[in-house]
């Protein structure tokens, strides 16, 4: 009898030499300095992630799942299969997988510039660099264009101002990339999660939309389905937190609330300070 984890291990497995995008573990560990914690980018429900160099020069970004996740183990499993199958600018590359004994992996393409979410809303406590200076994002040192600058504001330290250039193409970014999930790809999928956080910005500012753990197939013959409602508070259709039932349409709202975001520059979030006291978000706002 073959127990749910093995046949977990023994489907991605069967992905992953489908796809020819099998890594070695030695591979991996070499390329992450034994998965260092330098070079941790960051860590979510997951399981932490760790930047890499490959043996070929590529920099890559290893997600490794947290030992002992059941919901993390189905989130990788779900990340593994949809983005095999997808390919697109507006869409973080899948390069491969491993698995090896208890450890599973995911590798995909190093995105520079990290999280959307943390050049509107984070603090950076830096003097103001020009558009020629080189200035440091996490562990990267990359070049802030004109279209990114920085400002004092009280109490808040030094922080980064997005000109509208830059938040129009992320919009238009992001809208691509979510037309060609609901209409491009072979089989519709539904992100379940778009936000700030999940929207990665690459060396030339180009966004793609990442973590797919939560996605779902969507049949084309059906105009919607029912399931356990997942995603993050203040981005979820309400039609969808009230009643389960999830489309495309879910993953239309989360874009509108992002959309808002970039134009107020403002989270969606109570502990945000907004003009009307009484407003609890910023929909409610709005």
């Given at each position: 009898?073959?127990?749910?984890?093995?046949?977990?291990?023994?489907?991605?497995?069967?992905?992953?030499?489908?796809?020819?995008?099998?890594?070695?573990?030695?591979?991996?560990?070499?390329?992450?300095?034994?998965?260092?914690?330098?070079?941790?980018?960051?860590?979510?429900?997951f399981g932490p992630v760790f930047?890499?160099?490959?043996?070929?020069g590529r920099e890559v970004a290893v997600k490794r799942l947290g030992r002992g996740s059941r919901q993390g183990a189905r989130e990788?499993?779900?990340?593994?299969?949809?983005?095999?199958?997808?390919q697109h600018k507006n869409v973080v590359n899948l390069y491969g997988y491993c698995v090896h004994a208890d450890d599973k992996?995911?590798?995909?393409?190093?995105?520079?510039?990290?999280?959307?979410?943390?050049?509107?809303?984070?603090?950076?406590?830096?003097?103001?660099p020009s558009s020629s200076c080189p200035a440091s994002l996490g562990t990267t040192i990359v070049t802030i264009p004109e279209c990114v600058t920085t400002h004092e504001e009280e109490g808040d330290g030094n922080k980064m101002r997005v000109d509208w250039k830059l938040r129009y193409q992320v919009?238009?970014?992001?809208?691509?990339?979510?037309?060609?999930?609901?209409?491009?790809?072979h089989?519709?999928?539904?992100?379940?999660?778009?936000?700030?956080?999940?929207?990665?910005?690459?060396d030339r500012w180009v966004p793609k939309i990442a973590d797919f753990g939560m996605a779902r197939l969507f049949p084309e013959d059906q105009t919607h389905v029912n399931t356990r409602?997942?995603?993050?508070?203040?981005?979820?259709?309400?039609?969808?937190?009230?009643?389960?039932?999830?489309?495309?349409?879910?993953?239309v709202f989360s874009f509108g609330v992002l959309v808002l975001e970039l134009i107020s520059g403002r989270k969606n979030s109570a502990f945000s300070p907004l003009p009307d006291p009484e407003s609890d978000s910023l929909l409610e706002w709005v």
């Open positions: 009898m073959v127990s749910a984890e093995e046949k977990e291990e023994e489907d991605l497995e069967a992905i992953a030499a489908k796809e020819h995008k099998v890594f070695r573990y030695e591979m991996l560990v070499a390329a992450t300095r034994n998965f260092n914690p330098k070079q941790k980018l960051g860590e979510g429900g930047k890499g160099r490959l043996a070929d990788f499993e779900n990340e593994a299969m949809l983005l095999s199958r997808v992996l995911l590798v995909y393409e190093y995105v520079p510039n990290e999280s959307l979410d943390k050049l509107l809303f984070s603090s950076k406590h830096h003097s103001p919009m238009v970014g992001v809208a691509r990339g979510l037309l060609y999930l609901h209409e491009g790809a089989t519709a999928i539904i992100h379940r999660d778009i936000k700030a956080g999940n929207i990665l910005l690459d409602v997942a995603g993050t508070n203040g981005y979820m259709a309400p039609e969808y937190v009230m009643h389960g039932s999830l489309s495309t349409k879910a993953d």
